[in-house]
C-alpha cells in the first residue's frame, strides 16, 4: 500500500486539472469582506493583489492583539468583530481612545514610522482582521501603482474619519468636564 492509496490528488478533490486553478483557490479574496467601505471601489483583480499582499489574523475575546510599546510589524484592517485600542499614559490610567469597527484600521505605527504601537489593541469579541506590514505597502505601491495609490487613499479616508470622531468625543468629553466645573463653580459662589 503506497501513500496514494489513502490520500486522494488534488485533481480528485477539486475536480481541477491545473495548479494554476490551485494557485487561484489559496488567493482568492474573501468577497464577503469586498462590501466594506474600506475595499469598495476594488475589482476582483485588485482585491486578489491585495490580498496576496496581507495575511489573516484571528483572535479571541478579551485578547490583546498588540500590547502599547511592542515592535509596530503590522497595520490591522478589521474585517469582523470588535477592537477597542487604549493609551496609557505613564502618570495615569488607561484612556479608550477607539473603539474599532469592522473596515476600520488599527496599528498605524507600523505604517507611520514608529519602532513601536503608541497604544494597545484589544479585542471584545471574537474576530478576524487582515494585517499587512509596512514593507508590504510599499511594495505594493512600487508594484502596483494604481492600486497601492486606490489602497492609501481608503487609508487616509479611514484615518481623516477616525481623527474627526476623536475630536467630536473629545470636544464632548470636554464639554462636559466644563459643565461639571461650572456647576462646581457657581455651588462655591451660592454657599460662599
Known sequence: MTLNDHCPTFQDLFHYKSLQARIN???????KFAR?????GFDVQELEVLDAMMELASFNANQTIFEQGAKADFLHI????????HFKPYD??????????????FGWSAIVGREVYTSQAAS???GLAY???????????????EIGEKFIKKLLSGINERINTSHSQMR????QGKK???MYIGSKVKNG
Open 92 to 105: 495615569g490610567p488607561l484612556i479608550l481612545v477607539a473603539s474599532i469597527q469592522p473596515g476600520g484600521v
Open 180 to 182: 461639571i466645573i461650572d
Open 25 to 31: 483557490i489559496k488567493f482568492m479574496f474573501p468577497m
Open 131 to 145: 494585517r499587512i506590514r509596512a514593507q508590504n505597502v510599499t511594495l505594493l505601491c512600487n508594484q502596483y501603482p
Open 78 to 85: 478589521l474585517l469582523n468583530g470588535e477592537v477597542t485600542i
Open 124 to 126: 471584545v469579541q471574537s
Open 36 to 40: 466594506l467601505p474600506i475595499f469598495d
Open 172 to 175: 464632548d468629553s470636554l464639554s
